[in-house]
Nanobody, 123 residues
Framework: QVQLVESGGGLVQAGGSLRLSCAAS????????MGWFRHAPGKEREFVAA????????PYADSVKCRFTISRDNHKNTVYLKMNSLRPEDTAVYYC????????????????WGQGTQVTVSS
């Protein structure tokens, strides 16, 4: 079992930056690929970014590529999402998720989910 806790969300003005963190419990963090998803009111859940076990594979959604950066620290059992040049359309609850083995952008294939952290971007 994996428990995930997101943090770092908040209110930021358009053009600003935030760094989200997702802390995982246990000692098997390195066995999981990790992903970030977001869900805004009235919209479908959206893939944001993912990172492989070793960190060498990092797919991004087209809408955030070149603005967001996903990273992980397996020693600290933590995955990060650095968000730059934030836009109002980035406003959503951001969730991290864990999946055994191979990295994917498909939410249904993830095994564990955090509680989410709210990101609000004002214009």
């Amino acid at each position: 079992q994996v428990q995930l806790v997101e943090s770092g969300g908040g209110l930021v003005q358009a053009g600003g930056s935030l760094r989200l963190s997702c802390a995982a419990s246990g000692r098997t963090f390195s066995n999981y690929a990790m992903g970030w998803f977001r869900h805004a009111p009235g919209k479908e859940r959206e893939f944001v970014a993912a990172i492989s076990q070793s960190g060498d594979d990092t797919p991004y959604a087209d809408s955030v590529k070149c603005r967001f950066t996903i990273s992980r620290d397996n020693h600290k059992n933590t995955v990060y999402l650095k968000m730059n040049s934030l836009r109002p359309e980035d406003t959503a609850v951001y969730y991290c998720a864990a999946k055994r083995l191979v990295t994917t952008n498909q939410a249904r294939r993830y095994d564990y989910w955090g509680q989410g952290t709210q990101v609000t971007v004002s214009s």
